[in-house]
């Protein structure tokens, strides 16, 4: 009876060290893409997990809720929203290359998103503040952009971050 128990702890733990290691495994077959070879592929990730790299070229100041990741060259970037794991992005990650697990959702840009987006600034922002001036004028032109589509709005593809890791 003794050695039955034995047994049966024996294949028990067997079965857990089984169990993390495919676990691990799921996380390595997660597939990873810099933040160039993401440009205009935005579409084709949506709804999927995958890890995003980048330089933080930005953490925004008021709360850390958003980090901007940069490419090498700087010549593309992407805005990746806290979530999930992330509370906040910490400004001390500027500089940085980080390996983010995020997933992309697909929203439609319309007037209503406009006038939402105009009532932030409005909230946040002094009229004589030089980040409202250029919020204001970047509304400007979004609103030109959605009134010059056929179908009256853009596409919008929003990154949330799941967790990070600095890569060494």
Do not use: P
Not at 54 to 62: A, E, L, M, S
Not at 117 to 122: A, G, S
Not at 151 to 166: F, M, R, S
Request: charge should be negative; charged fraction near 35%.
């Amino acid at each position: 009876m003794k050695n039955l128990l034995i047994i049966v702890l024996i294949l028990g733990l067997g079965s857990f060290s089984l169990t993390a290691q495919d676990d691990t495994k799921a996380n390595d077959d997660i597939i990873t893409i810099n933040v160039k070879d993401l440009s205009g592929h935005e579409a084709d990730y949506v709804g999927k997990e995958f890890y995003l790299t980048g330089i933080v070229d930005h953490v925004c100041k008021h709360g850390g809720k958003k980090a901007v990741l940069a490419s090498d060259d700087g010549e593309v970037d992407f805005h990746v929203m806290a979530g999930n794991k992330i509370s906040k992005f910490d400004r001390k990650l500027e500089g940085d290359e980080i390996k983010v697990l995020v997933t992309i959702t697909e929203e439609h840009i319309d007037e209503s998103y406009a006038i939402r987006w105009e009532e932030e600034v409005k909230k946040h922002h002094k009229s004589t503040d030089e980040e409202y001036k250029e919020d204001m004028k970047r509304i400007a032109k979004l609103r030109k952009r959605i009134e010059d589509t056929k179908e009256g709005y853009l596409t919008k593809y929003v990154i949330e971050g799941i967790d990070y890791e600095v890569v060494k």
